[in-house]
């Protein structure tokens, strides 16, 4: 029986970030990014409070025009890996799991570049970010058969959309039982809060560990009637966001 462990942290494998070596990409990392004009408000005590808008903005009707855009470089990889000692195999974004938080304001523009390089599984794969509103945006949804076919190994593409929305969410892979073998990361877009607080930590996500592979099945014994009771896949997995 696989053993589960527990981890509250990120598993560390590289210190690759989100963004490539500077002679990849050239054109693209030295595009023109026009700036937001600074604003009073949002300091620890005044949360509720973003330039001329506010929590209780209704942001399904107004959104900011910061005239930013976030530009991040994202590559998928198989990887062995083991945080416990225990190697296994698994699929990593820049390198590790979780893949590197996204951040934006409220109102930017945010195009992601995502490489599949999964040489090794052969997978075909898409990013779907989650809770992302999508208005008239529905093509960059990133959901395998529905908004797109999947991005083949070796091959790139590009999702853009707008930050109509604040708070914490998270992208994963829309493909198979991929998100469970490490493609996913955080997302956090800046705006107001309803609860003043003095620093934003960032992400954490709570996952189960599993020294089996979450494609593989294990038929967990029941004796009914003499005979085996239903299978069930070896993974539970949760997020905090």
């Given amino acids: 029986m696989a053993f589960l462990r527990f981890a509250s942290f990120a598993i560390l494998l590289s210190t690759t970030s989100a963004f490539p070596p500077t002679h990849q990409h050239h054109s693209l990392r030295t595009s023109h990014l026009v700036q937001r004009a600074t604003c009073s408000g949002n300091s620890a005590s005044t949360r509720s409070s973003w330039c001329d808008y506010s929590a209780d903005t209704d942001y399904s009707t107004q959104v900011p025009d910061t005239g930013v855009t976030r530009e991040y470089w994202l590559e998928l990889t198989d990887v062995t890996i083991a945080p416990d000692g225990f190697s296994r195999s698994a699929m990593a974004v820049n390198g590790t799991i979780p893949g590197p938080t996204l951040f934006a304001d409220w109102g930017d523009t945010v195009?992601?570049?995502?490489?599949?390089?999964?040489?090794?599984?052969?997978?075909?794969?898409?990013?779907?970010w989650h809770g992302i509103r999508?208005?008239?945006?529905?093509?960059?949804?990133?959901?395998?058969?529905?908004?797109?076919?999947?991005?083949?190994?070796?091959d790139s593409i590009t999702y853009t959309w707008r930050a109509t929305q604040y708070g914490s969410t998270w992208y994963h892979s829309h493909f198979a039982l991929q998100a469970w073998q490490g493609i996913f990361g955080g997302i956090i877009i800046y705006g107001p809060s309803t609860t003043n607080y003095d620093e934003d930590l960032g992400m954490l996500f709570l996952n189960d560990w599993d020294h089996q592979v979450c494609h593989a099945p294990r038929i967990r014994k029941a004796k009914v009637s003499n005979r085996l009771y239903r299978p069930w896949m070896s993974f539970t997995w949760y997020v905090l966001n």
Wanted: glycine share 8%.
């Fill in 134 to 154: 999508q208005n008239y945006t529905n093509d960059q949804d990133g959901v395998t058969s529905i908004t797109q076919c999947p991005t083949a190994p070796g």
């Fill in 111 to 128: 195009t992601i570049h995502v490489t599949n390089s999964l040489k090794d599984s052969q997978n075909g794969t898409s990013i779907h």
